[in-house]
């Protein structure tokens, strides 16, 4: 049966269905859920854990007792779900999550948001990766051995380096590893006490000045020169018999390039230091130069940067340290070795400078596969193409935004930036009130993230924009129209973006209460007895 | 609209664009070289100095550009590893095989959550409210106030949480009591030394427990900022002096830090419970699949009392109310402790880690509740005691501290000659991997809810057979 009634001949005119609008009218998913303690009732059930067989408890002789003051009293106040209904509380949350996959990820600088590959999640998803222990015997993981060996060789001709490590468990993880290799190199060379000192820059990752205090160096950040280059007064200044190393992005988070980069690790060199490249930009570069021909003792790179590992809410990542082959003794071990003669993959772990160990095991194992299939399906050529069409987009979007009304690009006038851009919108902050925050909130009314910049706002009101090779250029159109949009809006109708957002899941946050320890709530417990008193 | 042109010449007269570089057509890239006005890429690397630049092609391996050809290579790599799922694996030793739930799966494979970031509360809703609601479950299991945004790994969480009591308490020296895991320990090593001394205080050879007149005596020396002990222990062991260490430890003015397996809390008592200040171990046993040791993230307990929250690295989520009724937001709980937020005046660093293995084991939680969590730790109480007292009765094969009770893992000598790594290849011959070795006549061997009583039989007939 029709559920239209006949209604005779229909004009095509009346059958036309007008052309899209210029921005897409985006609502995010708003499914005003509940808390999962919220959920369920006594007596539900999610999922089924084996029992105990009545054999063993025979055999047993009863159940296991517990030592005086080590048996659980209470039972932990976990709630009690039917699946279907866990189920859906968790898709409810991921829907109500932007994710990678559904938006025009540009907006989160220095993160270089790239796609990751659909046909990768299946090789980590397959039992032969997810269902294989870090322990096995060697002869049982060949192939994972194969893959991790393969891939330190492709990174090591990307970056120029004599040996890879792939343990340690993200970016920062491997800043941290190659400033804990710096101190063992210098310990051995009884300089530990004496070299105490590391040398970052404001605009290269926090992480870098983080990692390096917390491994027990002092730490010197050099603040860029007038054109936004790192200073090289400064860093002439700042070197002596205590540096340890310098710590440099490149380009860094402004998406300039430092042109006398080299310079920069010859002066640390002379002075006896150590050089560190932190490879996070490196995106717009590969094959293009690379840390050994700049004369870096070490670098890293973030394989979910660069190499497109999903950013998975922010980790599980990977990291990778490369280094020369005068530090490789201090690489976290085991190490993954091949023996041309018997063609077998081993470990070896008798490493006696080495580090130690930076994580358990191996690393990241299911994103060292996936960076190992990514690069493999693009291949030297590939590479040089992501690199290039990385730079492109950068460029073109560069050159749409900044014919909006407001916003600047500050330092290195007229100079192109690499593979991302920070933008200032201090001349529309100026002329509305209105905060790079407020644009980065209604920005999300069109169903899209935007990022500021990291602490502190060097640049005033800042912006970081990073259009990678993924995006097609529809993609960087309708992210610059989106600014265009909302930078129109605040000049021409303020109050729009300054009570945004409008088409969230949710409205704006009350954040007092995050900074008040008196009322915080990290957990469903602390809220219930600090907040509701119950 | 025009169609874009589509004749057949057209698709064939180049290379076909990557499928992962929409903008690799050349006409697109002419256009947008056009709109900038560049004459070409090279434009844009006008900062890099030719003495730094790579004047030849990167020597890689022929690209497998086509999906069918990368999955014929990933395929051959791949058939040359044996699952210890797909096989009868008493491995453990910090990474464990569990029952994975197939909802646990499926949220953790969410495009969403898979693909998310850094996003604000207003893009990413969802993502805020899992990660909270997984500090709150932990919590509840932890039976603490505040549980972390995961870091990488439970190594990582042991030497932060020491850290932590080191600053909390402004002391140097960390006592270590009994076995912990030597990669464990290398990690804790070096993560502390540029504030603090290791003291590590051996397991009582009688009972393979904390000595607890030695941990007294290290303590009496002073300087003591932690006591750190392991509940089980690394051989599996749970300890009864675990409460007592507790005691001593804040006799003497140092925090009480224990490390744990988080799927043993449905049975065995919270640390929190018998005196600890900070819990901390890994989530791997909580629906994390163990991926060649790729499944961890690590978590950190703690009551809410400020001088302890305020030394956390990482973020914590917290909930607060929005602009409309009813409507939960959340947002970061004391930032300013950050390195986002202070670079090096924050404390340590945060950064990516292991978030989306948070939202995992916060799915697992929700499913299992307080019955199933009850339920898999008497299971794997009843198995671990049924293959210890089926192994020990095989001549030439000792349970050390068989009278302990043991959670999961549990170790095993071999007395009859033949070494540990000759009996294990045995054992892989007949389609079984024994445990992790430890020694030439000594391994850790484990099980747990996946393992049945035939699967214990089997193992024990098999070494009946190969042990001597």
Redesign the interface.
Known sequence: MSAHPAAGPVAPEDARIADKPALRRFH??SW??K???EL?SPG??????????P???E??GG???????????????????G?QQ??R???????????????V?VG?GT?T?????K?N?????????????????E??????L??LHRLEG?LK??S?MDRVSLQP?????AI?ANV?MI?GYFADRGEAETRDEIITTIFSH??N????????FK?I?LHPDADGYPDIEALRAAVGPRTAALLITNPEDTG????R??EFVEIVHAAGGLAAYDQANANG??????AR??GFDLCHF?L?KTF?T????????AGACGVTEALAPYLPRPTVEYDAESGRYWLDDDRPHS???????????????RAY?W????????????A??A??????L??KVKQIRGVSVPYAAG????EQVRYSWEQLGADTGIHSEQI??RA?DFG??Y?TS??PYLVPEPMTLEPT?????ADLDEYAAILAEVAREAYEDPETVRT??HR????????????D?AV????????RR?VLGT | MTPPENSPDHLHAQAPA?P?????VPA??Q???D????AG?E???????E????RR?????????S?AQ??R??EQ??????????TL?F?G???Y?HHV?A?V???M???????????????????F?????Y???M???L?V???N??V?????AAGTALRMAGRVTGLRRLLICGDVDP??L??I??YV???HDVVLVPTDPATGGADVDAVRSALAEGDVAAVYAE?PSRLGL???A??ELGELAHDQGALYVVGCNPIS??????PS??GADLTCG?IQPLGI??????G??GFIGAN?D?RL?SEYPTR?????????E???????????RT??????E?K??????????G?GA??Y????????????G??I??????AK?RLAAIPGVEIPYAEA?HFADFPVRFTGGRSTADI??DL?ERGI?GG?ETAADQALYCVT??H??ADIDELAAALEEIVK
């Open positions: 995010q998913a005003d859920e808390l999962i303690f369920g539900e059930r999610g999922v089924l854990v084996p029992e105990v067989d054999e063993i408890t055999a047993l159940t296991v007792g517990l030592p005086a003051g080590l048996c659980r009293q209470t039972p932990p106040a976990l709630p009690e779900i699946q866990v189920l509380h968790y898709l409810r949350l991921s829907q109500e999550t932007l994710g990678a996959d559904l938006n990820d989160q993160c948001m790239k796609y990751s590959p046909v999640d299946r090789f980590v998803t397959d039992e032969r990766i997810a269902g294989l222990h870090p322990l096995q015997d002869s049982t993981v060949q192939g994972a194969e893959i492709l001709e990307v120029g468990g993200a970016g920062s993880a941290y804990a101190r926090p992480s000045a983080a990692c390096a205090k917390t491994a027990g730490v950040t300039i390039y430092n042109p980069i080299a570069i590969l094959g293009i130069t690379r021909e700049a973030n979910h497109s999903p950013h998975a809410c922010g980790g599980p990542a580090v130690g160990k930076i994580r358990p095991h191996h690393g990241v194992v299911p994103n060292l596969v299939a690069i493999m399906s693009l291949g030297a050529e590939g590479l040089r193409e992501v290039e069409t730079v492109l987009n950068n460029n073109y560069l050159h100079r192109p930036r690499v980065g909130v999300a899209t993230h990022w990291h602490h090779e993924s995006y097609s250029r945004a957002p969230s899941t949710i409205h704006r946050v009350r954040p007092e209460a995050l900074d320890p915080w709530s990290p957990s469903w417990r602390t809220y600090k | 990557h992962y570089i929409p903008n690799a697109v890239r256009a947008m070289l709109a900038v006005g560049a890429v434009d844009f690397y006008a900062d890099i100095p003495e730094i630049r790579l092609s990167l020597d890689l391996p022929a690209p497998l550009r999906e990368l999955v290579h990933m790599l791949l058939t040359r590893n044996t699952p210890a799922t797909r694996s491995l030793g910090g990474c095989q739930p909802v799966d499926e949220v494979g969410r495009s969403e959550f898979l693909t998310a970031y850094a996003g604000e509360p207003y893009e990413d809703h969802g993502r409210q899992a990660m909270w609601e500090q709150s479950l919590a509840e299991l039976d106030d505040v549980v945004v995961p990488y790994d439970g190594f990582q990669d464990k290398s990690k090593r070096d030394r540029p504030d509940a749970v300890d009864p675990l409460p809390l449905g049975v065995l008592a919270p419970s018998y890994d699949r163990m991926s060649y040791g790729g961890n993230a809410d400020l929250v914590l989520f917290g909930l607060v109310p929005t602009d409309v009813g409507e939960y937001g959340f947002g970061d709980v004391a930032y300013d390195s986002f937020a202070q670079r090096e924050g340590e660093w945060v950064g990516t880690a292991a978030a989306l293995h939202i916060g799915v939680l929700s499913l299992m509740g307080p019955h199933g969590m009850r339920e898999i008497e299971t109480l009843a198995h671990t005691a049924y007292q009770v294990h290849a892989r991997f992790i809810e996946v049945t009583k």
